[in-house]
């Protein structure tokens, strides 16, 4: 039995990654799930805005890059986020006059609120494709790995090897300091506490003097800004293309759904039940049973429940069984 090497082989292919992986999806359901509570409806668009705000980051990364500008050894792209985030809310507030404003005016049934957002979704996704093109794109320009296999063999000694990408750190560090802010912000500042009152109970926030289109503006500018920084870690951790956060999409909604649409908290925690869960199901345990188990043996099978380009699928049954027995989620959103 070695269960060092075996929970370096867990380490390496389930648990790093799947941190990572939940931390992405975390910061994706918090905007889904600020979007519901405040403006009532859920934003099927909110996929596309990643891929946009994460191409318009991309741009600003070659833009900085053309002109010799660097934060090695950190990506580049972190240094252009901000560039992204200000042009997609510049997008989303200019959409929310456009289109979705009318509708709220009429106080349309959420319904009706929800596929205009498709439709806002395919727009979306033309503009994202004619401005950053359809290839995958790699722009991860940083410090490529903090640990990596072989140096970590050489000086362990085990037969496996541990790699820590850089990105994966950055993601989970960004994560926890943008959940920071967002909870200092909604609890600690006037505009926060409006935005709050207005989730609980707009007629009376109306009462009470807080300006809706001030909300509604605010409310969109942070679904923006978390929006294009889990898009970017994404893209970071992985590579950019404008189709994959279109599915990625149904992961997000599982993440905010589990936890309790609505519920901030709940979106986090749902991020990465939701993410374990599909790295979990679709590993196969061979190496790691192998490890575990008598000198020389080796399973016959895999051990793997699924295949990987089953990981939706994991995100989609989970996402029924919730909306079948719980339909509020692990932490009490509102009802779907």
Same mark, same amino acid.
């Given at each position: ?39 009532? +409806? ?43 985030? !200000? ?55 940083? @410090? ?9 063999? @050489? ?49 009376? !926030? ?15 500018? =942070? ?22 956060? /279109? ?24 991020? +990465?039940?939701?993410?374990?869960? @599909? ?29 990987? @380009?089953?990981? /939706? ?6 996402? =029924? ?16």
């Amino acid at each position: 039995m070695d269960i060092l090497n075996a929970l370096v082989a867990l380490l390496n292919f389930v648990i790093i990654p799947a941190s990572s992986y939940g931390a992405q999806l975390a910061l994706g359901a918090l905007g889904v799930t600020l979007i519901y509570g405040i403006l009532r +409806f859920s934003n099927f668009a909110h996929g596309d805005t990643m891929a946009f705000g994460t191409g318009v980051t991309i741009l600003g990364t070659w833009g900085l890059q053309a002109m010799g500008v660097s934060i090695a050894p950190l990506p580049t792209a972190l240094l252009a986020l901000p560039f992204g985030i !200000a042009v997609t809310a510049l997008l989303v507030l200019g959409t929310d006059r456009a289109v979705y404003r009318f509708y709220r005016k009429k106080k349309s049934d959420p319904v009706i609120l929800v596929m205009v957002s498709v439709g806002v979704m395919f727009i979306m996704n033309g503009i994202t494709r004619f401005v950053i093109g359809v290839d995958e794109i790699q722009f991860d320009d940083g @410090e490529r790995f903090l640990i990596s296999a072989k140096a970590f063999k @050489e000086a362990t000694g085990l037969a496996e090897g541990l790699s820590l990408r850089s990105t994966q750190v950055i993601t989970v560090v960004t994560a926890v300091l943008v959940v920071w802010a967002l909870f200092w912000f909604l609890n600690s500042t006037r505009t926060g506490k409006s935005m709050r009152a207005f989730s609980d109970n707009e007629d009376l !926030a109306l009462l009470s003097g807080i300006n809706p289109e001030r909300v509604v503006a605010v409310t969109w500018i =942070i679904a923006a800004g978390l929006a294009t920084i889990a898009g970017t870690l994404y893209g970071l951790d992985k590579s950019f293309k404008a189709f994959n956060y /279109f599915q990625l999409l149904l992961p997000i909604f599982a993440a905010a759904i589990v936890g309790g649409l609505g519920n901030p908290l709940g979106a986090i925690a749902g991020g +990465f039940i939701i993410a374990f869960s @599909e790295v979990s199901v679709t590993y196969a345990f061979k190496k790691v049973a192998g490890y575990l188990g008598p000198e020389g043996w080796q399973p016959d099978s895999m051990l793997q429940l699924l295949g990987t @380009e089953y990981k /939706f699928a994991v995100s989609f049954a989970i996402l =029924i069984i919730v909306l079948l027995f719980k339909p509020t989620g692990l932490f009490k959103g509102k009802s779907v």
